[in-house]
């Protein structure tokens, strides 16, 4: 149990049993693991085990990590608080950014995309659904803004929504958070925006993964109950 491949084993079971509980395919689940602060000898031996999706928190500890990792098939994706002056680093480079929660972001992550003809970004919105003053992600009342700058930007699209809800010991408690999550989805798909199609609902996190699920979570984020404790 307690190796990377009994973790992943658990977490697959957990999935499919969230899913049946749910009336859901686990097929549609993407399964993020966060790798921040683990090993690329970790991460490299999951990979082997077969998940491709790999979410980094800070775009330095990426850069490195992708660096000693070249595998072409990992797919990255920046799941961390992402600020303006960092956007070039990241715009065409990572397969998901979870994390776009401000339109000067939008524009930095644009222009950038503008200078590299041929580069594309899918990214997601985060929004700050627990309204916590010191956590990254838009209100919920601008996303309709946010949304609506992607417009300005052909190299940019924008796939769908993440949440980080407030810390808690009790999963529970997240429910309510992925549900105005959800809502939110379903309410900016019935409006056309160019650039714009929201299919992916990031969130759930090892503590609260099966209640994401339950909720309509298409992708999970999960670290340490995959890896284990972070150095
Ligand atoms: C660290 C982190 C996770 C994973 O957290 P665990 O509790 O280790 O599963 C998921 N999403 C974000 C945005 C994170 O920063």
Known sequence: ?????????????????????????????????????????????????????????????????????????????????LQSNKARWVAGQVALVHSIDTVRLIHAMGEKLQRSPGLTQECLVQVNTGREPQKSGCRPELLPVL????????????????????????PESSRSHFR????????EAKRERPQVSLRVLSMGMSQDFSVALEEGATMIRIGTALFGNRS
């Open 180 to 187: 105005l999550l959800r809502e939110l989805l379903q309410d």
């Open 1 to 81: 149990m307690d190796t990377l491949l009994g973790r992943y084993q658990w977490i697959q079971q957990r999935i499919a049993e969230s899913c049946k509980h749910a009336g859901r395919d686990p097929k549609e689940i993407t399964l993020v693991a966060v790798s921040k602060r683990q090993s690329a000898s970790d991460i490299a031996a999951l990979h082997a085990l077969g998940i491709q999706d790999m979410g980094e928190n800070y775009v330095q500890e990426w850069r490195q990590k992708r660096d000693l990792l070249p595998q072409p098939t990992i797919r990255w994706h920046l799941i961390g608080a």
């Open 147 to 170: 949304l609506d700058a992607f417009a300005s930007y052909p190299s940019l699209r924008c796939v769908g929504l993440m949440c980080l809800p407030p810390a808690s010991d009790d």
